[in-house]
């Protein structure tokens, strides 16, 4: 089986999100870059998928090079192998192009990406892999088990779940519950020292189209101070609630 | 030229997202100088549309479950029978599954979590919501038909209430794109999705057996019931629960939050929420910084003596 993960390479969760340019530009200044969550849960099931299945497993970004720290980390992590293809992502459509582009070439049976990447939340990128690719495609997988070319993938949806079979190839959309927190890898020693000897290739895009872009950010108004009231006067709260800001 | 709008069922009945794209696909319209359409599986009164500004419904009839390829095809095949430009869809869950197919059919450029009416008609933009609500951007869609994926509560039901015919609409349905084996959901339960009010804990409720605070509070308010992340993570409540930058996103008018510190990345999943009330026995909580309404206080203490008020409150309503 030939597993292919798609890294969003994105800000910390913790990071100060300011812009620079006239407000056109993230503010990459102090800004420590992580995999993706969603794409982590990922990976982690894709390592589990290598021991169980014996999969082969790599991992794509489309991005410049400053990508290639957190690609050498899902290797260390366990993946056999990066494909960085060199040009900046600009947004989902060329995103999901370029990587369209690779999975038709190499064969794959199985595309986890994330549900959306943190950074500018499209979530589109594995729909529109699975629309170019017309390959089977569960999106918010929270569940996936694979026997021979049969796959069954949980789907969380409003208000539940629901279950669903498909055969390979497919792609997911995938998010935490693919495996428990406490499962992720963390890259050890070793990892790290094995990293450094497996392939990052790095492949020229097609230059493919985009269908927006981004013109200029803003930041939310800041907020006013929060109103206190006294655990002794609960009637407090809720005259506030119904009265002021009219929500019951 | 037109707009057409995508409005989901459950069971026949409209989701409240599908009233709101309706009433965000007329202001849209409103600006172009065109109509509305809709297309739905099954509704039971389409018609019901034209209270929001919809002038013909295209609803056709499907016996099968939701699949997003078969459901992208068919909206995809409305959207070529009335020429539409706009094609406008919610942030439910099945409509970000299915929007990203369409969105290749159509060759259309898609913009997700948009937060308000175009900005700009040309170029097209959209105001949209990035880094998980720390911030906007403005979007330009350069593609000649245009996706919109309206963020939940974020426009509202606007009523405008037009004329309005319906079509059966004959669809050439393709294969589905996966086979459903099975669904296991709540039906009496509200969901975060559609949640006006949503109450939420975390950790400071200590475990999963001082929940029932939670769900008492929820059930006078008709809320859903939410969690921080750890709290899910230590398998208190289950994972769907869990909101928050990782989680699921919340934008109710009311989000009450118990025992939560307010992490940064709590806070981002629910920042879109309009308004927050925090109830934290820690004066310091970063939570204070977010919230519109506080009380410091022991949740243990504060929370029973709430649901009592909130039960005699809504007696005398
Ligand atoms: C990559 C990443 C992603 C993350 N994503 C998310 C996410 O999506 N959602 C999320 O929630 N978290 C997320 N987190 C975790 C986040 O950083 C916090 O750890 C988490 O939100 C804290 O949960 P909590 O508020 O329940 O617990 P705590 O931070 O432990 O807070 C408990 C609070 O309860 C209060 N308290 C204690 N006793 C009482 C009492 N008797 N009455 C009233 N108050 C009391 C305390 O004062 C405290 O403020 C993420 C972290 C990382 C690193």
């Given at each position: 089986?030939?597993?292919?993960?798609?890294?969003?390479?994105?800000?910390?969760?913790?990071?100060?999100?300011?812009?620079?340019?006239?407000?056109?530009?993230?503010?990459?200044?102090?800004?420590?870059?992580?995999?993706?969550?969603?794409?982590?849960?990922?990976?982690?099931?894709?390592?589990?998928?290598?021991?169980?299945?014996?999969?082969?497993?790599?991992?794509?970004?489309?991005?410049?090079?400053?990508?290639?720290?957190?690609?050498?980390?899902?290797?260390?992590?366990?993946?056999?192998?990066?494909?960085?293809?060199?040009?900046?992502?600009?947004?989902?459509?060329?995103?999901?192009?370029?990587?369209?582009?690779?999975?038709?070439?190499?064969?794959?049976?199985?595309?986890?990406?994330?549900?959306?990447?943190?950074?500018?939340?499209?979530?589109?990128?594995?729909?529109?892999?699975?629309?170019?690719?017309?390959?089977?495609?569960?999106?918010?997988?929270?569940?996936?088990?694979?026997?021979?070319?049969?796959?069954?993938?949980?789907?969380?949806?409003?208000?539940?779940?629901?279950?669903?079979?498909?055969?390979?190839?497919?792609?997911?959309?995938?998010?935490?519950?693919?495996?428990?927190?406490?499962?992720?890898?963390?890259?050890?020693?070793?990892?790290?020292?094995?990293?450094?000897?497996?392939?990052?290739?790095?492949?020229?895009?097609?230059?493919?189209?985009?269908?927006?872009?981004?013109?200029?950010?803003?930041?939310?108004?800041?907020?006013?101070?929060?109103?206190?009231?006294?655990?002794?006067?609960?009637?407090?709260?809720?005259?506030?609630?119904?009265?002021?800001?009219?929500?019951? | 030229?037109?707009?057409?709008?995508?409005?989901?069922?459950?069971?026949?009945?409209?989701?409240?997202?599908?009233?709101?794209?309706?009433?965000?696909?007329?202001?849209?319209?409103?600006?172009?100088?065109?109509?509305?359409?809709?297309?739905?599986?099954?509704?039971?009164?389409?018609?019901?549309?034209?209270?929001?500004?919809?002038?013909?419904?295209?609803?056709?009839?499907?016996?099968?479950?939701?699949?997003?390829?078969?459901?992208?095809?068919?909206?995809?095949?409305?959207?070529?029978?009335?020429?539409?430009?706009?094609?406008?869809?919610?942030?439910?869950?099945?409509?970000?599954?299915?929007?990203?197919?369409?969105?290749?059919?159509?060759?259309?450029?898609y913009a997700t979590n948009v937060v308000a009416l175009p900005s700009n008609l040309s170029p097209?933009?959209?105001?949209?919501?990035?880094?998980?609500?720390?911030?906007?951007?403005?979007?330009?869609?350069?593609?000649?038909?245009?996706?919109?994926?309206?963020?939940?509560?974020?426009?509202?039901?606007?009523?405008?209430?037009?004329?309005?015919?319906?079509?059966?609409?004959?669809?050439?349905?393709?294969?589905?794109?996966?086979?459903?084996?099975?669904?296991?959901?709540?039906?009496?339960?509200?969901?975060?999705?559609?949640?006006?009010?949503?109450?939420?804990?975390?950790?400071?409720?200590?475990?999963?057996?001082?929940?029932?605070?939670?769900?008492?509070?929820?059930?006078?308010?008709?809320?859903?019931?939410?969690?921080?992340?750890?709290?899910?993570?230590?398998?208190?409540?289950?994972?769907?629960?869990?909101?928050?930058?990782?989680?699921?996103?919340?934008?109710?008018?009311?989000?009450?939050?118990?025992?939560?510190?307010?992490?940064?990345?709590?806070?981002?999943?629910?920042?879109?929420?309009?308004?927050?009330?925090?109830?934290?026995?820690?004066?310091?909580?970063?939570?204070?910084?977010?919230?519109?309404?506080?009380?410091?206080?022991?949740?243990?203490?504060?929370?029973?003596?709430?649901?009592?008020?909130?039960?005699?409150?809504?007696?005398?309503?």
């Amino acid at each position: 089986m030939r597993i292919l993960v798609c890294i969003s390479h994105v800000p910390d969760t913790t990071s100060k999100i300011n812009f620079v340019e006239g407000d056109t530009k993230f503010d990459t200044n102090g800004v420590q870059y992580i995999i993706n969550p969603n794409d982590e849960f990922g990976l982690t099931r894709a390592m589990w998928f290598k021991e169980k299945n014996g999969a082969t497993v790599d991992v794509i970004n489309v991005g410049g090079p400053e990508t290639e720290t957190t690609l050498r980390k899902t290797l260390a992590i366990g993946a056999d192998a990066a494909i960085r293809i060199n040009t900046a992502a600009l947004e989902a459509s060329q995103v999901a192009k370029e990587i369209a582009n690779v999975v038709q070439q190499g064969n794959y049976d199985l595309i986890i990406a994330g549900r959306e990447s943190i950074d500018y939340n499209g979530g589109m990128v594995p729909g529109m892999i699975a629309a170019l690719c017309d390959m089977s495609y569960v999106n918010n997988c929270v569940g996936l088990e694979i026997v021979g070319d049969k796959a069954t993938a949980i789907r969380e949806i409003d208000g539940g779940k629901e279950t669903v079979s498909a055969t390979l190839p497919l792609i997911v959309g995938g998010q935490k519950g693919l495996v428990e927190e406490s499962d992720l890898k963390i890259p050890n020693m070793r990892g790290i020292m094995m990293a450094r000897k497996k392939p990052l290739n790095v492949l020229e895009p097609q230059g493919s189209g985009t269908s927006s872009n981004t013109l200029n950010f803003e930041k939310p108004a800041p907020k006013g101070e929060v109103k206190l009231v006294s655990p002794e006067n609960i009637d407090q709260l809720i005259d506030l609630l119904h009265n002021e800001a009219k929500v019951i | 030229m037109s707009i057409l709008v995508y409005t989901e069922t459950d069971q026949g009945k409209f989701k409240k997202g599908a009233f709101e794209v309706a009433s965000y696909g007329k202001a849209v319209a409103d600006q172009i100088g065109c109509d509305v359409f809709a297309v739905s599986f099954n509704a039971n009164s389409p018609e019901s549309l034209g209270t929001y500004g919809v002038s013909k419904v295209l609803n056709t009839s499907y016996e099968g479950s939701f699949d997003a390829k078969l459901f992208a095809d068919a909206i995809k095949q409305a959207a070529l029978q009335v020429g539409a430009k706009v094609v406008i869809v919610s942030s439910s869950a099945d409509s970000r599954f299915l929007s990203p197919l369409l969105a290749i059919s159509l060759d259309a450029g898609y913009a997700t979590n948009v937060v308000a009416l175009p900005s700009n008609l040309s170029p097209f933009t959209v105001k949209r919501a990035v880094f998980t609500n720390k911030a906007f951007s403005y979007t330009e869609i350069t593609s000649d038909v245009k996706l919109i994926g309206v963020s939940n509560n974020a426009f509202g039901l606007v009523e405008n209430s037009v004329a309005c015919s319906v079509e059966a609409f004959d669809v050439s349905f393709s294969a589905p794109g996966v086979q459903v084996e099975s669904v296991d959901k709540a039906s009496d339960k509200v969901t975060i999705a559609d949640a006006d009010v949503v109450v939420s804990g975390g950790r400071g409720l200590k475990g999963p057996e001082n929940w029932h605070m939670i769900e008492d509070l929820a059930q006078v308010l008709g809320a859903a019931t939410a969690c921080s992340k750890p709290v899910s993570d230590m398998g208190w409540r289950p994972h769907s629960e869990h909101v928050g930058q990782t989680g699921k996103p919340v934008a109710s008018n009311l989000y009450i939050a118990i025992g939560v510190s307010g992490a940064i990345q709590h806070l981002a999943g629910i920042n879109s929420s309009k308004v927050k009330v925090v109830i934290n026995s820690d004066p310091e909580a970063p939570f204070f910084k977010a919230a519109d309404y506080g009380i410091v206080g022991d949740a243990f203490e504060v929370v029973p003596t709430l649901i009592e008020k909130l039960k005699a409150f809504k007696a005398d309503a």
